[in-house]
């Protein structure tokens, strides 16, 4: 037990007993008062002056002794005592705050641990569904200041899968929820050590360069894949009615599950199982959809591993359902979604034709780097990995880039000389990118900032930092 309890439970306990003296001896005086005390004689000095009187100033001074002693050592403990109460706090906040981020799923676009991740997201320009990168947020406070993280947690990032979630925003969270959440983003339970946000350098530079070189790549296999969602589109009216007889008979089946003979006991008839697995079987036939042909065995009440035929066989009808719903939605609003998917198509072929992510890295090397083919491939790369999300246009949609190199998106463009018409010098420049913006503070030559700039000194190294600048200086980003 701590002191401070103890004194406490003491001082308690001497009320409590107080109070009881006091109430029994008002009970015992009841009912004598016969003359009033006004005309009774007064007591006299020697009944007044007994023991009693001796003892009763005894225990009053003994009383106040322990109030005496016992206020300082409450007050020895008081400090310790807040500071408990502090930390207790900011322990609930904490765990609050990781119970958001699950809840909110938070996780599902920036990753469990916050080390980034991708968001399905329909990109404005292409109208083709893509799986929009999102940052990294384990190091978004060595990036932001809190009033900043603040901001975008509060309003989110409109243009961007990145929804509001405070209340100012419309999203679902108070002011308070949004301080735990911040609490916990910026605990040792989440926030990446410095040492380590810097060891994420090298990979996410080498993995900048590696998408240029597999990019072409990547863009057949997305004109492909938009050219079997045409397909798709087109095909949707011939097998609609089809499916949904399928998902009919599957299911009038499932529920005659029980009626008849069950050699294994699974509670699906065997009659059911076969006529189940014919259905399947057809509907991947018909559909071209592999993923629907599910087979029951009648002899065995687990055809699958670790999975009662049972719920394979609710799992498997459900899935049919609902392919037969999204085709009866496709079937129906063909028109417009054929042109949008078309359209898709030709933007992802002018994309390729054009190649607009394509960087000549021997080009930059001759120009700005006076030969030297490294530092033009770091510099390269590390502009993509740390900058293109905001100052290159559709960078975070993926490969099916229209725009190329610094075209600006949430950041100005920075190609055709604009950082040497807005920074004198190359210093002035990295100092700007080493601290990011502030909100209305000025920048530059002619830059107000608003804050939304992130500062880059604690996650890029500063030769990194200058290598950079000397790249975006250099006279290669032009936009052709
Ligand atoms: C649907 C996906 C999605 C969810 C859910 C989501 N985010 Fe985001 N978030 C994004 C994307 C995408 C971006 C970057 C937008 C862009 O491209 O500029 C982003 C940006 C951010 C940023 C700014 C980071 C930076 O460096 O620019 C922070 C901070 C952030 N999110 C925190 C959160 C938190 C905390 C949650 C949970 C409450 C959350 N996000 C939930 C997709 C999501
Ligand atoms: C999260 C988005 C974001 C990222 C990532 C980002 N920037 Fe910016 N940047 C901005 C915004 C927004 C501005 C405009 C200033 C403001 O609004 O505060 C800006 C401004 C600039 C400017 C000044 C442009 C002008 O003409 O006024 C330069 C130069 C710049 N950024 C370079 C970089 C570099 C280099 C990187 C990568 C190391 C980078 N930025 C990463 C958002 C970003």
Request: proline share 4%; hydrophobic share 45%; net charge negative.
């Amino acid at each position: 037990m701590e002191i401070s309890t103890l004194v406490i439970t003491v001082a308690a306990l001497a009320a409590i007993a107080w109070l009881a003296f006091l109430v029994a001896n008002s009970m015992r005086g009841r009912g004598k008062e016969e003359v009033a005390p006004n005309l009774a004689p007064g007591i006299t000095d020697d009944t007044l002056e007994s023991k009693r009187l001796d003892k009763t100033l005894a225990s009053a001074v003994v009383l106040s002794g322990i109030l005496a002693l016992s206020l300082p050592i409450y007050f020895v403990g008081e400090q310790s005592r807040q500071d408990g109460f502090v930390e207790e706090f900011d322990q609930v906040a904490l765990e609050r705050g990781a119970h958001l981020y699950g809840e909110f799923q938070c996780g599902n676009c920036h990753g469990v641990d916050g080390g980034g991740g991708v968001a399905s997201y329909v990109d404005k320009r292409s109208g083709i569904s893509v799986a929009w990168s999102a940052p990294a947020i384990n190091t978004v406070f060595y990036r932001y200041t809190p009033e900043e993280v603040r901001f975008w947690l509060v309003y989110g990032r409109a243009n961007s899968p990145m929804p509001a979630w405070g209340l100012a925003g419309g999203g679902p969270l108070n002011d308070q929820q949004i301080d735990e959440l911040m609490e916990y983003l910026q605990s040792a339970d989440f926030l990446l050590p410095q040492d380590d946000a810097l060891l994420l350098i090298e990979p996410s530079v080498n993995q900048a360069l590696s998408r240029l070189e597999t990019a072409d790549t990547v863009m057949t296999d997305a004109i492909t894949a938009q050219n079997d969602l045409v397909e798709a589109i087109q095909a949707a009216p011939g097998q609609v009615e089809r499916a949904e007889a399928l998902a009919a008979r599957a299911a009038q089946a499932l529920k005659e599950a029980g009626e008849g003979i069950d050699v294994d006991g699974d509670g699906l008839a065997d009659r059911i199982e076969q006529e189940l697995t014919a259905i399947f079987a057809e509907a991947g036939d018909a559909l071209g959809d592999p993923a629907l042909v599910v087979v029951l065995n009648p002899e065995a009440a687990q055809t699958g591993a670790g999975e009662a035929d049972l719920d394979l066989a609710h799992r498997a009808v459900a899935a049919l359902e609902t392919v037969a719903a999204k085709l009866r939605v496709t079937a129906d609003n063909q028109e417009k979604l054929l042109s949008q998917a078309l359209a898709g198509v030709a933007f992802l072929e002018q994309a390729q034709q054009d190649k607009k992510w394509e960087i000549d890295i021997a080009a930059v090397a001759d120009a700005t780097f006076s030969g030297d083919r490294e530092a033009a491939d770091r510099a390269v790369g590390l502009f993509n990995a740390y900058c293109a999300r905001c100052h290159t246009a559709g960078y975070s949609a993926g490969i099916p880039q229209t725009l190329s190199v610094g075209s600006g998106a949430l950041g100005p463009a920075l190609w055709n000389g604009r950082p040497n018409v807005q920074f004198l010098s190359a210093p002035d420049m990295v100092t700007f990118i080493t601290k990011g913006s502030e909100n209305g503070v000025a920048y530059g030559v002619n830059g107000v900032g608003s804050g939304r700039m992130p500062a880059f000194g604690p996650v890029l190294a500063i030769e990194d930092l200058e290598l950079v600048v000397q790249y975006l200086r250099g006279d290669t980003l032009t936009g052709d």
